[in-house]
């Protein structure tokens, strides 16, 4: 049970990657939706002593995720949005819909299974160019996004060391 919870927690926190360079808020939650949904379904198997492997694991997690594919392309647009502004609102969807969701769960996936950073470069850095594409193509400066996702994440690692104080 503790690998699947870590393996949970690792896929939520990949899964928010999938936004790209949007300081994820929405996107975060459903990600965390899933994630809870996948642990329930677990927990009451893991009672019959059935606990799942990390490729059972990555493929179950990620057909949840591709199943709220339409819901995860809202949230994405609705971060966007956020943090551009929504006078924006256009130019957040163009972006949401040149990003390649699908190539980004099968990144996600073969990392939840184990794969290494490295054995993906090509793979990383084919999502990045694609990412920094649709922001060009749409009219938004990715630095701001990017800017906005790493205060996001200065934020996240202050409130996690307050917690731990606690």
């Known amino acids: 049970m503790k690998n699947l919870l870590k393996n949970t927690l690792v896929g939520i926190t990949l899964a928010a990657m999938t ?10 939650e459903l990600a965390e939706k899933i994630g809870t949904e996948l642990i329930q379904e677990y927990m009451s198997q893991a009672s019959s002593g059935k606990e799942p492997t990390e490729a059972e694991f990555a493929q179950n997690f990620m057909k949840k995720m591709r199943s709220h594919l339409g819901e995860f392309k809202e949230a994405v647009t609705g971060d966007c949005v956020e943090i551009y502004g929504k006078e924006k609102n256009s130019a957040c969807q163009c972006v949401t819909d040149k990003l390649d969701f699908e190539a980004n769960f099968a ?10 950073a490295e054995s993906m470069e090509k793979e990383i850095n084919a999502l990045t160019k694609n990412e920094e594409d649709a922001y060009q193509a749409c009219g938004l400066d990715i630095k701001v996004s990017r800017a906005a996702d790493e205060k996001a994440a200065k934020a996240a690692a202050a409130d996690d060391k307050g917690a731990k104080k606690k």
């Open 19 to 28: 936004t790209g360079a949007i300081a994820a808020t929405k996107s975060d």
């Open 107 to 116: 990144v996600i996936e073969k990392q939840i299974s184990g794969a290494s």
